[in-house]
């Protein structure tokens, strides 16, 4: 008997119970499009989350989620890269001032993950493709961003409220 054919069905009927996501819950679906203008549109700069005075229609790259908010518990989203010709991904990140930036190294044009409250992501999407993550989220301010380097200050970033 291969003890893989074990191990698999199990981990499997195991999964629901990690993280402690009852399997009962109440749970929302979100739609992420990440969308951008095209690879020839040249790439706004300075437009990173909590920046004084940006204009948000300025950017040439971004996130649309649908709803925008959901009640405290499993929140599944499903998210799609439109993009014609670049790689997008989304990170789900935790806020836990939401009146302050979001860590960002700038020589890398990129935030620095380990200390944004990372909460799960849907990694780098070539485009046309799909992915989804779910999440058990307690209430507060999210942000939805694109750690591609150079997209978070493009625009590529949405926030989403989970309520109590
Ligand atoms: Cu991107």
């Known amino acids: 008997m291969d003890a893989r054919r074990i191990a698999l069905p199990l981990a499997v009927a195991l999964l629901p119970f ?21 690879a020839a549109m040249e790439m706004s700069t300075g437009l990173t989350y909590g920046t004084p005075g940006i204009d948000p229609d300025s950017a040439t790259m971004g996130i649309k989620a649908a709803p925008a908010t959901a009640k405290a518990g499993v929140v599944t989203f499903k998210v799609k890269n439109d993009s014609k010709d670049t790689i997008h991904e989304m990170i789900l990140m935790y806020l836990a001032d939401p009146s302050q930036p979001l860590p960002y190294v700038e020589g890398d044009k990129r935030v620095d993950e380990d200390k944004a409250g990372d909460k799960g992501e849907v990694s780098e999407l070539d485009p046309g493709k799909s992915g989804s993550l779910t999440v058990n989220l307690k209430a507060g301010t999210y942000l939805l961003i694109c750690n591609v380097a150079g997209h978070f200050a493009a625009g590529m970033w949405t926030t989403f409220t989970v309520t109590p």
Not at 18 to 38: N, R, Y
């Open 18 to 38: 990690l993280g402690g996501i009852p399997l009962a819950a109440a749970s929302t679906v979100v739609s992420v499009s990440l969308w951008d203008k095209g």
